[in-house]
């Protein structure tokens, strides 16, 4: 498949993996030592909810335009609520959607003072819109690099602590056995970081797989690792319909966000749910 972000800003996928990433680096804020976060796969920065590639599938309207309408319970809403005020300073006029920040520049609100960033894009057009949105930056670099290049060149950072987002295209058919074998690679440098993959779910036997390698890596650390494993469905998947399940493993999550994801993800099924309520799983994968 192909999932450039610009086609598929703003959907449930997205609306999941970002309220994951905010939750990440809102932890990494706690401690004091500067941090980074490393983005593989940037994409274009900031989506324009009116324009082409984004209206061409309208996927914003049932995922962050139901979330920014929809009511939390006292228990989830301060945990959603640092994402929601990020979208919304993209949107300053009330009421009106039309531009959703992509993670890189999610991730830019989160930087204190102290923290850097390295975002890899080498499409040509994304890479030009995410260097503008990027401009004057001195705590951003925008690398014109291959992404799984860079994983392993970027790792570890100077900082020591930070954040691995890995977010391809799936555009080949053996991407999922490059991400298991760049994140093994990496982790295998810097065990003590914490990485969120992203992933399409459309193959059970696949992203299992993917979900295996991963815990395997994770695993073989010493000391070893931690591993979440986070799947999210709007609909059942059928052939020859768009992407309906994706999920996200997430390691060295910070060690409340399982309790979190247990408060958020149950108030995300209605709101986000296709044709009826969705569903997620949330579990520790094994090798």
Known sequence: MNYRHAFHAGNFADVIKHIVLVRILLHLQEKKPAFRVIDTHAGAGVYDLAGEEAERGGE??????????????????????PYLDIVRAFNPQPGQLTAYPGS??????????????TVCEVEPKARKALIEALRRDTQARVVDLDGWTALPAFVPPNERRGLVLIDPPYEQKDEFERLAAAFSEAYAKWP???????????????????????????????PPGKCLRVEFSVAPQTAGTGLSSAGLLIVNPPWTLAAELKTILPELEKPLGQGGAGRFRLETPKP
């Open 60 to 81: 914003w309207l049932t995922g962050i335009a139901r979330i920014m309408q929809a009511r939390f319970s006292e228990s989830a809403l301060p945990l959603i609520k």
């Open 192 to 222: 003590t970081g914490s990485y969120l993959l992203w992933y399409p779910a459309k193959s059970r036997r696949a992203t299992d797989e993917l979900a295996r390698q991963v815990a395997y890596a994770v695993g073989q650390a010493r």
């Open 104 to 117: 890189p520049l999610l991730a830019r609100a989160l930087l204190r003072p102290q923290d850097r960033m």
